[in-house]
């Protein structure tokens, strides 16, 4: 057996990157590090690896229980000898009793620099996280005072990190993005006022002088980011502040702020990387973002018709260009019906005076280095829409909507895709087989796409068309009610087909050109004469149906697989995973390319989609 100290260093590496650098996994809590320290004394190698890590990173943590460790003899022993002092301050929200409590890693920080042996790391990250949807930061200064007595350089800090623990967000929050959804641009600054007004101002005024104190003793911060992207409202009044500190230096900003960036000198004109709800953008100043810099863009919360005001400089007349951006995702707050007459209503113009656009823009609006695009709850039902992307390099394109709305997608831009995923939800029952009809229309359009998702929330049957024009595809997942002969007609004109994965096989009962072919449980199949395809190597199947389906299902995966003798790697559920290896070895002898197969058991099949998104 290999020792843990003698393990492979890349497979070290990837240990640590995991334990270490997981954003919300459990090795990001305070109370964790000493195992990280744990790991560190594991090898030479372990050690060179941990170290920066531990090093780099300052956490002050909040925790929203009451109960303060008491330094009983026991206790204390067991305590790791860089834990700081508890920190508390009374909690304004309702929902914790008691205090708040903060603390900080400091003294593990200072610890390390101490024995670095002339290899110091410096502190570069600052991770501010908390365990409670409405964190009060009145201990925050005095644990930020903390970390500087234990001799924690803080001007070497370039980024700011905050992390939530909760999955909550606040309802002001939502409240705001709702009314925003259907407000016109001064609304939306009034929403935003009152949604900041009803936020307690205890917490208010305790997050502005944590605000302060970071960027009075971390000056230098160049990215604010957060995990998950929805943070409470706590955090946006600390984030608010901050963002206005540093607006002019800042390259990265991902993290929802309680108010719009306003500023009468300065605009963000370094910032590369931006994550903003839409209705702080359309309060915030003109030109408050130039488009000009900008790499990675996502919108949040978006009405219909929001505005690009934000990022056109004064001398945007005609065209608003964004030279960089490679990046760009728009998450619209509702998918209700928009028509080409509510986007010309929304500006008071002539068709003849306007580009149509995505938002509400007067000028030609276009994206020269656009590589990938996410557009979600699509609410259009025109193709001008999409009209803006024609002519940029898109090579990823992931859309979702209601089917009626996403079916306006301009088919050009299939052209220059290698990825797709697309994902139709809440079909009415007038728009019954309408799915159909769209992939069929896709699937028969040319294109380069070598690797697509068609994922539909409803249960409609996939429709092939005559002649498939995706030769390039070497990955596909359907996620959508398949029956096995369809599913076969379309993989038999998909040459480089590689890994093929099918989230809800079905076997139909009218399918008698399988259900001839088979005896219960599975008896007598007889493959084709000439195999279906021979490219696929790679397989995963989920079961369609209810429990009534079980058996015909079964028996339609596996006719499959008899389908497709190039298969060298399958991955199906557990429940169903002995039924398969069963065949697989009762069959084995008569179909020899069975005995191939490597069968992988999986609680559940994970799929990777091209949703490159922005996150």
């Not at 911060?221 to 955090?235: E, G, I, L, T």
Request: glycine share 4%; net charge positive; hydrophobic share 45%.
């Amino acid at each position: 057996m290999v020792s843990i100290a003698d393990l492979d260093n890349r497979i070290v590496g990837r240990i640590v990157n995991v334990a270490c650098y997981g954003a919300t996994g459990s090795s990001a809590r305070l109370s964790t590090q000493a195992q990280l320290v744990g790991m560190a004394s594991v090898s030479r190698t372990w050690h060179e690896l941990v170290r920066p890590h531990l090093q780099s990173i300052l956490i002050i943590e909040c925790q929203p229980t009451p109960d303060a460790p008491q330094a009983s003899n026991k206790n204390a022993k067991r305590r790791a000898a860089w834990k700081s002092p508890v920190i508390n301050g009374n909690s304004s929200s309702k929902k914790s009793s008691g205090t708040c409590i903060w603390q900080t890693n400091a003294e593990l920080v200072h610890l390390l620099q101490q024995h670095a042996n002339g290899v110091s790391v410096p502190v570069s990250r600052l991770r501010v996280q908390s365990f409670d949807t409405a964190p009060d930061f009145t201990g925050f200064v005095a644990a930020m005072d903390h970390a500087r007595l234990e001799r924690c350089r803080l001007d070497t800090v370039t980024s700011l990190v905050v992390m939530e623990f909760i999955g909550a967000s606040t309802a002001v929050s939502t409240a705001v993005s709702t009314a925003v959804s259907t407000a016109v641009s001064t609304a939306v600054s009034t929403a935003v006022s009152t949604a900041v007004s009803t936020l307690d101002s205890n917490t208010g005024n305790s997050a502005l002088l944590a605000a302060e104190c970071i960027a009075k003793h971390a000056p230098n911060v160049r990215s604010m980011v957060c995990a998950p992207w929805n943070v409470s409202a706590a955090f946006r009044q600390l984030a608010s502040p901050l963002s206005l500190a540093y607006l002019k230096q800042l390259h990265m900003l991902t993290i929802p702020l309680a108010t719009p960036l306003l500023s009468d000198s300065q605009t963000a004109s370094n910032l590369t990387t931006l994550h903003i709800h839409a209705h702080i953008l359309a309060a915030s100043g003109p030109g408050i973002v130039p488009a000009q810099q900008l790499q990675v863009l996502r919108v949040h919360d978006a009405p219909a018709f929001f505005s690009w005001e934000a990022f056109a400089s004064t001398g945007d007349s005609d065209q608003l260009e964004f030279a960089s951006l490679t990046a760009l995702g728009i998450d619209f707050a509702s998918d209700n019906v928009v028509t080409t007459a509510d986007f010309y209503s929304s500006i008071n113009r002539t068709k003849s005076s306007v580009h149509v656009t995505m938002g509400r823009d007067r000028r030609r609006v276009v994206f020269p280095k656009l590589h990938s695009l996410s557009v979600s709850k699509v609410p259009y039902t025109y193709a001008e829409a999409w009209r803006m992307f024609i002519g940029a390099p898109v090579r990823r394109l992931a859309v979702a909507g209601p089917y009626a709305h996403v079916r306006y997608v301009d088919t050009r831009l299939l052209r220059t895709l290698d990825s797709l995923d697309v994902h139709t939800v809440g079909a009415e029952k007038s728009s019954h087989g309408r799915f159909t009809s769209f992939v069929k229309m896709l699937l028969g359009e040319d294109s380069n796409v070598t690797c697509a998702w068609l994922r539909h929330s409803e249960a409609f049957p996939l429709s092939v068309p005559e002649t498939v024009r995706w030769s390039q595809l070497t990955e596909l997942c359907l996620a959508a009610y398949v029956p096995a002969l369809a599913l076969l007609l379309l993989v038999g004109q998909l040459p480089s087909l590689h890994r093929l994965v099918v989230q809800r096989i079905a076997g139909d009962a009218c399918e008698e050109e399988i259900d001839g072919k088979m005896c219960a449980p599975w008896g007598n199949i007889t493959a084709p004469a000439v195999p279906v395809s021979t490219s696929v190597r790679e397989l995963q199947m989920h079961m369609g149906g209810g429990p009534t389906a079980r058996i015909p299902t079964l028996q339609a995966m596996c006719y499959v697989l008899l389908c497709l003798p190039g298969v060298r790697r399958l991955a199906v559920k557990q429940v169903y995973c002995d039924y398969v290896r069963d065949f697989i070895q009762s069959s084995a002898q008569s179909h020899p390319a069975l005995a191939n197969i490597e069968l992988v058991r999986h609680v559940f099949i994970a799929a990777k989609s091209p949703m490159f998104v922005l996150d």
